[in-house]
């Protein structure tokens, strides 16, 4: 089986972290930044006949990531799988613990053991999969200018029963800790001296980058 293409979408809508510019995609993957609002807005309108509600700053977009596959559908049309990812997070030898070999066995993986998780999960390419939110009553959710969370909870509920193969796991490190104690030596990322696939920061933005 040949390398499987992947690539993160993140539209990020706001002033950029100031750790930008440390921020690294994990080997082997392609990532997306769009930061234009108005563009946004109107590839909502062409694809899903709504008015995107968010506004500069504003996180409403975590609420459109199941929908990011059909989105930019001509931009990653190249690509088995899509993603979707955050900027505060910082990333290892991710491969390790999502090599091809089992991404390849599912329709959606997801860095999280109870739900789609929107700072890490890849999506397989396919109209069914980039078109499963259809299935539900996905206008409510996304016309709300409200951020609902409705992803974690009704869309993934929605996955599970939808007959399409799926795997919640969860090698994120411990994003509750108290005290962080992150280092990257020679491409691994290690919490607490533990190997670690990826770290989720968004408790400690306040301390910058955490490596």
């Known amino acids: 089986m040949a390398d499987l293409k992947r690539v993160l979408i993140c539209p990020f809508f706001g002033p950029l972290p100031p750790w930008f510019n440390k921020f690294e995609i994990p080997k082997n993957y392609h990532i997306i930044i769009d930061t234009d609002l108005n563009d946004f807005k109107l590839r909502v309108k062409q694809k899903l006949g709504i008015e995107y509600p968010g506004v500069w700053g504003s996180g409403k977009i975590h609420d459109y990531r199941c929908t990011l596959g059909l989105l930019y559908q001509e931009e990653i049309k190249s690509y088995d799988y899509w993603g979707t990812v955050d900027l505060d997070m910082c990333f290892g030898e991710v491969d390790k613990w999502f090599p091809d070999e089992m991404i390849n066995q599912y329709d959606v993986v997801s860095n999280h053991d109870t739900y789609v998780s929107g700072p890490f999960s890849l999506y397989k390419n396919t109209q069914e999969v980039n078109e499963l939110f259809f299935k539900v009553d996905w206008k409510k959710y996304l016309i709300n200018p409200e951020s609902n969370a409705w992803v974690e909870n009704e869309f993934s509920r929605l996955l599970e029963q939808s007959g399409l193969k799926f795997k ?16 990257k030596e020679n491409e691994i990322l290690y919490q607490d001296g533990i190997p670690i696939a990826m770290f989720h920061f968004r408790h400690f933005k306040h301390l910058g980058w955490p490596l």
């Open 168 to 183: 919640y796991m969860s090698e994120q490190g411990n994003p509750w800790c108290k005290n962080l104690n992150l280092k």
